[in-house]
């Protein structure tokens, strides 16, 4: 019969933890040698889960960069902290982007190391930020400013589209419009022309990624002046509901279409019975669906939306142009 394990310290029970923290609390090199320690980082344990009740993996890369960056954190040392596009997916910046850990660490400390770390140094001043879950970031600002060069367009108006939303929790990260303005007029880092273009198509309204991504279609093609989160009435005046993109003048109605449709009934049925409401008042409505943003259906998704808005593409400025180009 196979020994049971020595339990473990309470303050070892949850978060990963440093095998030298372990060493402090009394753990045995033995105990920590345990199979039921999985081993994150280098240096680094935590409790594995049962083998039967495998843990699930996050489904949205900002759920799995959370995840890495708890396990990372016992390793940060003084001021280091998250940063780059890690620090945007921890302040809850629905991204696209690689999983690899950003951690930036102030001169004259190295750079860190380790599998999937990417290390960085900087002389820049900053006061670290906690994440809503809790994890050193540095700013919102810097973040974005650090991702500048590298994410593509796309991702940059996703960025600004969700840190310019009024903020429905305390503790997420936001800018303020002059924020972002000041921002972009005394910064010289590489890739501030990208992030002066995307602030340019950026909308206040977008609520969600592929809302954002909805009306960068339209930007890509000179037709984004709908107008967003539009409430409309009844001809008596009764409030109907509030709209994803809203032409007024020709009576156009963009709706995307979320998960939360498949998954709660009861929205799915107060999502019709508003968009009923809206046709009584001779409004037409187009309903997107993730699957029309993919690569491959992008053109065909494009000719349907100038064809539903009755509207040709409208041509850009050369610059910005280019930039619609990346994807």
Not at 151 to 177: C, K, N, Q, W
Not at 199 to 204: A, G, K, M
Not at 287 to 293: I, L
Request: net charge positive; glycine share 6%; with cysteine.
């Amino acid at each position: 019969m196979s020994r049971r394990p020595a339990p473990l310290p309470e303050p070892l029970r949850e978060p990963a933890f440093t095998l030298a923290e372990a060493r402090a609390l009394g753990v045995t090199p033995g105990t920590l040698a345990h199979s039921r320690f999985e081993r994150p980082h280098h240096g680094v344990r935590r409790l594995g889960s049962p083998q039967s009740a495998p843990p699930g993996r996050p489904t949205y890369v900002e759920g799995r960069v959370r995840a890495r960056a708890r396990d990372y954190a016992p390793l940060l040392r003084r001021e280091e902290c998250f940063s780059h596009t890690s620090a945007l997916l921890l302040h809850g910046v629905p991204l696209r982007a690689p999983e690899e850990l950003h951690v930036t660490a102030p001169q004259p400390l190295n750079r860190s190391t380790g599998r999937g770390v990417i290390g960085h140094r900087t002389s820049a001043q900053f006061a670290p930020v906690r994440s809503p879950s809790g994890l050193p970031c540095v700013p919102a600002s810097l973040a974005l400013l650090q991702s500048a060069a590298t994410l593509p367009f796309l991702e940059l108006v996703v960025a600004l589209d969700h840190l310019r939303r009024p903020r429905r929790i305390p503790d997420g990260a936001s800018l303020t419009e002059s924020e972002v303005d000041a921002l972009l007029i005394r910064s010289r880092t590489r890739g501030i022309k990208r992030l002066r273009d995307a602030w340019s198509v950026s909308r206040l309204g977008a609520e969600s990624r592929m809302e954002s991504h909805l009306h960068y279609v339209l930007a890509s093609m000179g037709l984004d002046d709908l107008e967003l989160q539009a409430d409309l009435h009844d001809r008596a005046g009764a409030w109907i509901g509030r709209f994803d993109q809203v032409d007024r003048a020709r009576r156009r109605i963009l709706e995307y279409d979320g998960e939360q449709h498949r998954t709660d009934r009861q929205q799915y049925l107060r999502d019709l019975t508003r968009l009923d409401r809206a046709r009584e008042i001779g409004y037409k409505i187009l309903r997107a669906h993730a699957e029309d943003f993919h690569p491959q259906r992008l053109h065909e998704t494009e000719g349907r939306l100038c064809a539903f808005l009755g509207r040709a593409p409208r041509p850009l400025r050369a610059g910005l142009a280019r930039r619609f180009s990346e994807r």
